[in-house]
T-cell receptor
Framework: DGGITQSPKYLFRKEGQNVTLSCEQN?????MYWYRQDPGQGLRLIYY???????QKGDIAEGYSVSREKKESFPLTVTSAQKNPTAFYLC???????????FGDGTRLSIL | AQSVAQPEDQVNVAEGNPLTVKCTYS??????LFWYVQYPNRGLQFLLK??????LVKGSYGFEAEFNKSQTSFHLKKPSALVSDSALYFC????????????????FGTGTLLAVQP
């Protein structure tokens, strides 16, 4: 089945540690997105990529980094500079303009 | 600035009754609107979209939405609620600022928790 796979489902970060969240899609979509979800705040865009080897900052990119070396993969690194990383992180992809985004099942990141 | 508002944090409805989840938007130009549903600890699932044409849009699981340009609203509706419809619902509009249209970025509302009582 085609879809988006996010791993791990749960992740714990220690102080000063960088952690990487995986996002893989087999939908052959060009565009991919990372969102952060906090209770009562909806989804906020962290980074997005329209094509391999290109990505753009979203509304809350500080403390995060991404790469897009392959069409299928768009990993997100939460760096130690992100002081409040506890949240639910969602990855999405889209086949093109005016088409709905497809979402993975998320990674919940907590601080130890 | 472009935005989406979902004025109700929670909507309670009895099973079998009609339900409405409200959404209003503010965009420059034509709005492209979406509804998604989220079950606990899951990603968002697409329900329906309005791009152009008929103001009443039909979507998945018996949901529909009514686009009202004069009221800048896009309310989600269902004639008869099910307990299994209980979930978090998000309204979204495509971001048209800059080259936002080309990137298909979405601006999401804060979500409305729908609780359907048996």
């Amino acid at each position: 089945d085609g879809g988006i796979t996010q791993s791990p489902k749960y992740l714990f970060r220690k102080e000063g540690q960088n952690v990487t969240l995986s996002c893989e899609q087999n939908l052959n979509h060009d565009a991919m997105y990372w969102y952060r979800q906090d209770p009562g705040q909806g989804l906020r865009l962290i980074y997005y990529s329209q094509i391999v080897n290109d990505f753009q900052k979203g509304d809350i990119a500080e403390g995060y980094s991404v790469s897009r070396e392959k069409k299928e993969s768009f990993p997100l690194t939460v760096t130690s500079a992100q002081k409040n990383p506890t949240a639910f992180y969602l990855c999405a992809s889209s086949p093109g303009q005016l088409q709905p985004q497809h979402f993975g099942d998320g990674t919940r990141l907590s601080i130890l | 600035a472009q935005s989406v508002a979902q004025p109700e944090d929670q909507v309670n409805v009895a099973e079998g009754n009609p339900l409405t989840v409200k959404c209003t938007y503010s965009v420059s130009g034509n709005p492209y609107l979406f509804w998604y549903v989220q079950y606990p600890n899951r990603g968002l699932q697409f329900l329906l979209k309005y791009i152009t044409g008929d103001n009443l849009v039909k979507g998945s699981y018996g949901f529909e939405a009514e686009f009202n340009k004069s009221q800048t609203s896009f309310h989600l509706k269902k004639p008869s609620a099910l307990v299994s419809d209980s979930a978090l619902y998000f309204c979204a509009v495509r971001d048209e600022t800059g080259n936002g249209g080309a990137t298909n970025k979405l601006i999401f509302g804060t979500g409305t928790l729908l609780a359907v009582q048996p």
